[in-house]
């Protein structure tokens, strides 16, 4: 996830193309994952950070179902 700050946009895909099958292991820290990542989006001065934070979210909703931009309040936010 450290690697999403990365301001690089082959890492930063890399890293989303790899979360989807990685999300069953670590499904119990999802909700701390996509906080952080929403946090990192919107307060970042970067635009690298908010473009790797960006992936991850989609990482992440692909690997835990599009359920989760709803149940983990993703499009609201």
């Known amino acids: 996830m450290a690697a999403l700050t990365t301001p690089s946009q082959q890492v930063q895909e890399a890293v989303a193309n790899c979360l989807p099958p990685l999300c069953l292991a670590i499904k119990d820290d999802a909700p701390d994952l996509i906080k952080n990542l ?9 635009y690298g950070e908010r473009r790797g934070a960006a992936f991850g979210l ?3 909703a692909k690997g835990l179902g599009i ?9 609201s936010t």
């Not at 359920?67 to 499009?75: A, G």
């Open 58 to 60: 989609t990482g992440l």
């Open 38 to 46: 929403l946090n990192q989006l919107f307060e970042s001065e970067s």
């Open 67 to 75: 359920l989760s931009l709803k149940q983990h309040n993703i499009i």
